[in-house]
């Protein structure tokens, strides 16, 4: 009796471990399915996919016919049209984009030449803000966009270490990379046309802010200006802003520095001026200790008399905005480059 019963305990066993092989087999089946749904249409319904992409196309489309490139994060993104700059017939460019760090905007540069493109490349004009320099997620690559195809795995192993290397290549897997935005992001489609991509990289921005939106956000205007200010500046970053230079150089590239003005900028014109500390105070030595041989183009003052139509929110321009920045970029670097 013992030992038929311990048969039919073995045989309840042996289908409990098929159930469960069977259910993570149908688990497995179904991310393996998702994820190359993922892999080649995340573009159709994550925002930020989507942008990514038509930055990516519309570079590759232009990529070696291009002789002015501007390069960073947001601010170049949103603020810099080359249709706005004439200088010397050369063919321009912007491939910034949000969020990106100056790691993964090395990575994504390097990637080019190495391919042999850029053929036709003669200046950049790259973007630093004080954030890139200190702020955690800037340290490293972008994780959260679909920058794999650029990322050098030793490179980060050796720079970033071990952590930070599992955690960029499980970002890979693109059920990994979006999982915080699954739900945001699809309310984000309502509103994917507010802003037109256009076919030499800028993103133009029609709206603006009011003077009640400038009062909303100017304790945090004031905190992000006082943010960093004892801090100094992370090695990683600073390393390949070098690097990147570097390798731009070598190829006969010449590079500018650029600073983007914000909201902040409009509080100094405010009834009780000087209460927000200019981050070109802050950039300024930074430049002048790490990049002393490189122009340095400011736009983040008082002297450029920005005013609130030129934003579309509190840290970039708008279309008017950018308008504008091009007429300086064009005056300054015309007058840098004809020496």
């Known amino acids: ?18 159930k469960i092989i069977k259910k993570i087999g149908a ?8 994820e190359i749904f993922l892999m080649f249409n995340s573009h159709r319904f994550f925002i ?7 930055s990516i196309d519309s570079f590759n489309f232009r990529k070696n016919d291009v002789d002015l490139l501007f390069l960073g994060a947001s601010g170049v993104y949103a603020g810099v049209n080359p249709d706005d700059i004439k200088i010397n017939n050369y063919k321009i460019h912007n491939f910034g984009f949000p969020s990106e760090s100056i790691q993964t905007t090395y990575y994504k540069i390097n990637h080019y030449i190495n391919n042999n493109d850029l053929k036709n490349l003669k200046v950049v004009v790259l973007e630093i803000r004080k954030g890139y320099l200190y702020e955690n997620n800037k340290l490293s690559v ?5 920058y794999s195809q650029y990322y050098d795995l030793p490179d980060i192993l050796n720079v970033n270490g071990p952590r930070e290397f599992l955690s960029v290549f499980l970002h890979k897997i693109n059920l990994f ?14 509103v994917i046309h507010e802003e037109k991509i256009k076919e030499n990289g800028y993103a133009l921005r029609k709206n603006k802010i009011d003077r009640k939106y400038l009062k909303d956000q100017k304790n945090f205007l004031q905190n992000l200006s006082n943010r960093g200010l004892n801090s100094k500046c992370h090695p990683v970053p600073i390393y390949y802003y070098k690097k990147l230079i570097e390798l731009l150089n070598d190829h006969d590239v010449r590079v500018f520095l650029i600073q ?30 790490y990049f002393s041989d490189i122009p340095f183009l ?13 934003f579309s929110d509190r840290g970039h321009l708008n279309y008017i905005g950018a308008k504008k920045l091009g007429k300086l970029i064009q005056a300054d670097l015309q007058r840098i480059l004809s020496r």
């Open 1 to 18: 009796m013992n030992k038929i019963s311990s048969i039919f305990s073995f045989n309840e066993h042996i289908s409990l471990k098929i």
């Open 27 to 34: 688990l497995a089946l179904g991310f393996i399915i998702i």
């Open 48 to 54: 930020k996919d989507y942008q990514l992409k038509k």
């Open 142 to 146: 972008t994780k959260d966009l679909n």
């Open 177 to 190: 990379r979006l999982r915080k935005d699954f739900i945001n992001q699809f309310k984000i489609n309502m």
């Open 260 to 289: 983007l003005p914000g909201a902040g900028v409009l509080l100094e014109n405010e009834d009780n001026s000087h209460i927000y500390d200019f981050s070109e105070q802050k950039m300024l030595p930074v430049v002048q200790s």
């Open 298 to 310: 400011n736009y983040a003052e008082s002297k450029n008399e920005w005013v609130i139509n030129d």
